[in-house]
């Protein structure tokens, strides 16, 4: 048994950060139904990169779902969808706020239709407060939360992470949030709101750099791939490419300085953290003129001798085919219908008794409308009406052309 196994979901959400939250949540044993306009999830579209015409991008997160396609600009799509509310645990939903409440099923009415339902809701900037009707994007979270500002090598343009962290981020509070009132319902017998929001997110991993601006109120200034509390702990230039070196506390730079044997760092201004980080531009110079001598495998070979946190600065065709990555099963393979074996990452929560399982692929767009139909109880009649009336549609090819 999967740890979520028995615990059904209703996904209104797309693009990213819904999705990764439902697919996180798929991928420990819930049940998941992604309902999709008849257009289909924007990022169905999204690209290239395709395989043949699906989108790798939505690819990335939909497993482990069953896709059904409902209209619920119209009234009988909104009474299939509160009829499926009704055995649901958990409704999730990254629509601008109040939209579910203007199409008449907000969390009032989920909540009369179902008092033990939990509304997941991620917005940009939340469901309350002065920004909450602003569109949200993860650049602008980045952006707005603070992230940009420290991102970056000091007096250059701000940059942004090279992923949606904000996205992923607030899909994975959102996950968060869901286990938490789950176990909550379990004493209470009572559903509730979870409201998540991008520019939250990224404010909450600020920690001790927002705790050092409320301590001394100086704004925090980007240093690159350097830490502002501890040296060295950056990347660093060998004679072939760039690696990474961690000296964490005291006790690794006094193996630091035994190792590399250099007269020039034996000296009372590095001996302590603080001192290191009072004299970072004293010393860092002196540690790159050093680096650029030796290759970065000379360099790993040596600090790991003696235990000193180091590692490679990877490209993705370095860690995506690490041994270490398919030992860790976060490189894995399963057989799609239309595009034969596809690679995925894995899932990166491991369980002792009851491991998560990647048990099927993305679905094509409205793959199990049906299937959910009967389920529910209509009959053929009724189906081919809800798909003549355009309520709903049966599994049909993607719609993306390349």
């Keep these: 048994m999967q740890p979520l196994k028995g615990i059904k979901i209703v996904d209104l ?21 992604k309902i999709e306009s008849p257009k289909g999830d924007d990022t169905r579209e999204w690209g290239p990169p395709f395989l043949q015409n699906e989108s790798a991008y939505f690819l990335s997160v939909n497993r482990n779902k069953k896709s059904m396609v409902l209209n619920l600009k119209e009234e009988t799509g909104k009474e299939i969808f509160l009829k499926l509310v009704k055995n649901a645990d958990v409704v999730v939903e990254n629509f601008r706020p109040g939209t579910l409440t203007r199409l008449g099923i907000g969390y009032e009415v989920l909540k009369e239709h179902n008092p033990g339902v939990i509304l997941a809701s991620i917005s940009g900037f939340g469901q309350t407060g002065t920004y909450s009707q602003k569109p949200g994007y993860d650049v602008l979270a980045q952006g707005m939360g603070g992230l940009m500002s420290v991102t970056g090598e000091l007096g250059k343009r701000p940059v942004k992470a090279g992923f949606s962290m904000a996205d992923v981020g607030t899909g994975m509070w959102a996950a968060f949030g869901i286990l938490a009132a789950l176990h909550e319902r379990n004493h209470s017998g009572e559903g509730q709101w979870v409201d998540t929001s991008l520019l939250d997110t990224v404010v909450s991993w600020q920690t001790y750099l927002a705790s050092s601006y409320f301590a001394s109120g100086k704004n925090p200034e ?33 193996r630091f300085v035994e190792v590399m044997d250099l007269q020039s760092i034996k000296d009372q201004r590095f001996v302590t953290n603080p001192k290191r ?33 180091c590692g490679p600065v990877n490209k993705f065709s370095d860690i995506l085919n690490d041994k270490h990555m398919y030992e860790r099963e976060m490189i894995i393979e399963r057989e799609h219908p239309t595009l034969g074996p596809i690679k995925m990452l894995g899932i990166p929560v491991k369980f002792s008794r009851t491991p998560g399982e990647v048990k099927t692929v993305p679905p094509q767009l409205g793959e199990h409308t049906t299937e959910i139909l009967e389920e529910l109880g209509y009959s053929d009649e009724e189906i081919s009406r809800f798909v003549e009336l355009n309520i709903t549609a049966p599994e049909k090819a993607s719609l993306i052309k390349k």
């Design 277 to 309: 980080v009072e004299n970072r531009e004293i010393l860092i110079p002196l540690l790159n003129e050093v680096f650029q001598n030796k290759t970065i495998n000379d360099w790993i070979a040596l600090f790991e001798s003696v235990k000193i946190p």
């Design 13 to 33: 959400t797309r693009i990213l950060s819904g999705p990764y939250c439902t697919m996180t949540l798929a991928d420990l044993g819930a049940e998941v139904i």
């Design 222 to 254: 980007p240093l690159g791939d350097a830490h502002p509390n501890i040296v060295p702990y950056q990347v660093f230039e060998a004679s072939d490419g760039y690696f990474i070196l961690a000296v964490g506390n005291d006790g690794l730079w006094d």
